[in-house]
């Protein structure tokens, strides 16, 4: 079955504990994103990758990092996370960046205390 | 860049009633406009799309309409179903681009 995996779908952790979100994709799809929803702001663009090694910022990159090592897995890592991370986390992954369809994974709910 | 407003931000309708959600985008660049449902607990989900070359889009119950001129595409959904009851999401972009950037969604609740 095709999808898009995030790990873990819930997490609570305290302000400046490092932390990774990872995402895997069996489509060997080459673009990959990461995106951050808020409730009245929709979904933004935190980073994406264009392909292995390939990674550039969306709109709100502000303390976050990434990683395209593999093509299947693009994590994204929260150095030293903050409240204002608290927030609804959505991997998406498309066959390529000008493909249509973007699958998107189940969602991470992060909770920074 | 892009900005995208999407309107309402909830919606409630009963159940075989038509729903109609409208979004506007500001860049005449943008070709491509997705429309997608989420459902509780889960990721968006591509629903219809629609590129800059056409003027409708139908698939059943769902279809979806775009202004070039004026700048906006609308989603409407006929015959709504419980089921249909999600957020849902426009979204504008550019074929080949980086990018899409969404609207801030729309609350649909199908009521009995």
């Known amino acids: 079955e095709a999808q898009v995996t995030q790990n873990p779908r819930y997490l609570i952790t305290v302000t400046g504990k490092k932390l990774t979100v990872t995402c895997s994709q069996n489509?060997?799809?080459?673009?990959m994103s990461w995106y951050r929803q808020d409730p009245g702001l929709g979904l933004r663009q935190i980073y994406y990758?264009?392909?292995?090694?390939?990674?550039d910022k969306g709109d709100v990159p502000e303390g976050y990092k990434v990683s395209r090592k593999e093509k299947r897995n693009f994590p994204l890592i929260l150095e030293s996370p903050s409240p204002n991370q608290t927030s609804l986390y959505f991997c998406a992954s498309s066959l390529s960046r000008g493909s249509t369809e973007a699958f998107f994974g189940q969602g991470t709910r992060l909770t920074v205390v | 860049g892009e900005n995208v407003e999407q309107h309402p931000s909830t919606l409630s309708v009963q159940e075989g009633d038509s729903a109609v959600i409208k979004c506007t985008y500001s860049?005449?660049?943008?070709?491509?406009f997705p429309w997608y449902k989420q459902e509780l607990g889960k990721g968006p989900q591509l629903i219809i799309d629609i590129r800059s070359n056409v003027g409708e889009k139908k698939d059943q119950r769902i279809a979806v309409t775009l202004n070039k001129t004026a700048k906006h595409f609308s989603l409407h959904i006929t015959e709504t179903q419980p089921e249909d009851s999600a957020v849902y999401f426009c979204a504008g972009g550019k074929s080949g681009a980086s990018k899409l950037t969404f609207g801030t969604g729309t609350r649909l609740q199908v009521t009995l």
């Open positions: 990758s264009m392909n292995v090694e390939v990674t």
């Open positions: 860049d005449s660049a943008s070709n491509y």
């Open positions: 489509m060997n799809h080459e673009y």
